[in-house]
């Protein structure tokens, strides 16, 4: 699924990678993590796509995880308009560890006492909500910061849990690392999906 933009500059527009349905990675409702996964070709011609809704907006940077999925789809947006890129670590999503490769729904419910109580616990193998947490705000922070001093369009290409913890964070006030747990917990985006932050937002 691919959406058009919501066309209010200027704006950061914070996108979903372009999903990886391959032999290692079936089904977008498999944990990814961290794994390092490459886009497989059908992977590329969706990034192509989500490329191309960009065609006819003027970028000034492109922002994204280090992680290939994320860097590859940031590529081709930089191509199409022309954009510099710049990775960030701090733009990984949730390092879960021993829950990567697992069913995002079983992943999900196991993850509830992570989030809500023991927020300072390490998944196995993985970080803690509150590490992830805070190093995902302070990404996107420093990407605000620059986005409100230039007042130029951003775009921010990341995973699916830095874009729950980024909308959580809205949702609860944009103050510190408050965050709405509900809102983080709630399953609704699929690849390829764009959301637009203004600047009255």
């Keep these: 699924m691919i959406e058009g933009i919501e066309k209010k500059y200027p704006a950061i527009f914070l996108l979903r990678n372009a999903q990886i349905l391959s032999e290692e990675n079936k089904s977008e409702n498999t944990v990814t993590g961290w794994r390092d996964i490459a886009l497989n070709e059908s992977s590329k011609e969706e990034a192509l796509r989500l490329a191309n809704t960009f065609s006819n907006v003027p970028i000034s940077r492109v922002y994204s995880s280090d992680l290939s999925r994320a860097r590859d789809t940031a590529k081709e947006i930089m191509r199409v308009t022309g954009a510099g890129l710049m990775t960030m670590k701090g733009l990984r999503p949730w390092n879960l560890g021993d829950f990567q490769e697992t069913s995002s729904f079983v992943a999900a419910e ?40 230039l007042k130029k369009n951003i775009v921010i290409v990341s995973h699916y849990r830095f874009i729950k913890i980024t909308q959580a964070w809205i949702a609860a006030g944009s103050i510190e690392y408050e965050i709405d747990a509900d809102v983080f917990m709630k399953d609704d985006i699929p690849s390829g999906k764009i959301f637009t932050i203004t600047l009255d937002k």
């Design 110 to 149: 196991m993850l509830k006492d992570y989030i809500k109580g023991y927020t300072y616990k390490p998944v196995k193998n993985g970080e803690s909500f509150h590490i992830f947490k805070t190093r995902a705000i302070d990404a996107f922070n420093t990407v605000l910061d620059e986005f409100e001093a």
